[in-house]
């Protein structure tokens, strides 16, 4: 998908580029220097152009196939995956608490004389 991508900034800035390329900015004979009514200046046969724009488009195009060069030489950084495992518990053991002297388990005794017996049921 990225050279794809690449492929259409590419082809996109050269039908920029082009067609500027393509102007020829001659306009007929030209016969040079000014002659009354035709105002015909500097060679360009009835046609002045004081100021002229032609390096608009080859700078414009320029910038965007470096802008697409340089995106595609970017490297672009992976993110891990998170792995979470699970860790398996074993449930607490159960355990009651046995008076060998009143024959009862806690809390039905209170109080034992003698210690408490853990019993795992």
Avoid: E
Avoid at 3 to 21: D, E, G, K, M, N
Avoid at 30 to 55: I, P
């Amino acid at each position: 998908m990225k050279r794809i991508s690449t492929l259409f900034a590419c082809l996109l800035a050269f039908a920029v580029v082009l067609p500027a390329q393509a102007d020829g900015r001659g306009h007929g004979g030209g016969h040079g220097g000014y002659h009354g009514a035709h105002g015909s200046y500097g060679g360009y046969g009835g046609h002045y152009r004081g100021s002229s724009n032609y390096w608009l488009a080859p700078v414009l195009g320029a910038a965007l196939v470096g802008s697409v060069i340089y995106a595609a030489s970017t490297p672009s950084y992976a993110v891990p995956q998170t792995v979470v495992v699970q860790q398996q518990y074993a449930p607490p053991s159960r355990v009651a608490y046995f008076c060998p002297t009143a024959q009862q388990y806690y809390p039905n005794v209170p109080s034992c004389q003698v210690p408490w017996q853990p019993v795992n049921y």
